[in-house]
């Protein structure tokens, strides 16, 4: 079955430092990968998806993923940290084909002034 | 522009009461509708999703039911709610492709 894993419950990053947001995926075909954000009693809002081509997509706020088939990863990354990043983070799949998005865990990220 | 409305915001019932939560859609046609379920502010779990009227999928064995009665809205029910059925429930809509999807702002629910 299709799933991914978000190992890190909480990541504590200063302000102005760079972030990583670590994802990896569990499909046995080609994934569609996806990462959301959502603020505090919201609903999810999409951040960037990789579908095909460079490995490395931008996506809203500065945010950027890279996508590693040899590893089965799909980071989320941002050189320079905000406090206002601070919010739950969703990695999400979706097998071609399917209508359906199954969703990691969560990661909370904490940004300190 | 497509919008996302989902009510009410908040919501408590007490055991063994009925449920209805309501999701509409705006300013598209033929969206693939998803109710998802959030516990204690964390994972996200599929509950149902209809890719048209009267085509819903249950992904999870439960007490919830849904139903999509016209085409931009969604209908999540129970018959008799249980504790357990507390938790923050997120209504979304996305293309034929499934690829983005929208969230609506979400019904925290508590059952006493």
């Known amino acids: 079955a299709q799933s991914v894993a978000q190992p890190e419950d909480q990541v504590n990053v200063a302000e102005g430092n760079p972030l990583t947001v670590k994802c990896t995926y569990s499909?046995?075909?080609?994934?569609?990968l996806f990462w959301y954000v959502q603020y505090p009693n919201r609903g999810l809002q999409f951040l960037l998806k990789y579908i095909t081509g460079d490995n490395l997509v931008k996506g809203s706020y500065g945010f950027e993923a890279e996508f590693n088939k040899s590893q089965t990863s799909f980071h989320l990354k941002k050189p320079s940290a905000l406090v206002s990043d601070s919010a739950l983070y969703f990695c999400a799949v979706r097998l071609t084909g399917f209508q359906k998005l199954v969703f990691g865990t969560g990661t909370r990220l904490l940004v300190s002034p | 522009s497509q919008t996302i409305h989902q009510w009410p915001a908040t919501l408590v019932q007490p055991v063994g009461s009925p449920l209805s939560l309501e999701c509409t859609v705006e300013?598209?046609?033929?969206?693939?509708l998803y109710w998802y379920r959030q516990a204690a502010g964390r994972g996200l779990q599929l509950l149902f999703y209809?890719?048209?009227?009267?085509?819903i999928s249950s992904e999870v064995p439960q007490n919830l039911s849904a139903s999509r009665p016209q085409d931009r809205q969604f209908i999540l029910s129970s018959k008799k709610l249980l504790l357990s059925d507390s938790g923050f429930y997120l209504c979304?809509?996305?293309?034929?492709?499934?690829?983005?999807?929208?969230f609506g702002s979400g019904t925290q629910l508590s059952v006493l």
């Open positions: 209809s890719i048209g009227i009267d085509q």
């Open positions: 499909v046995s075909g080609n994934p569609y």
């Open positions: 300013g598209t046609s033929n969206p693939n």
């Open positions: 979304a809509w996305s293309g034929s492709s499934g690829e983005k999807l929208f």
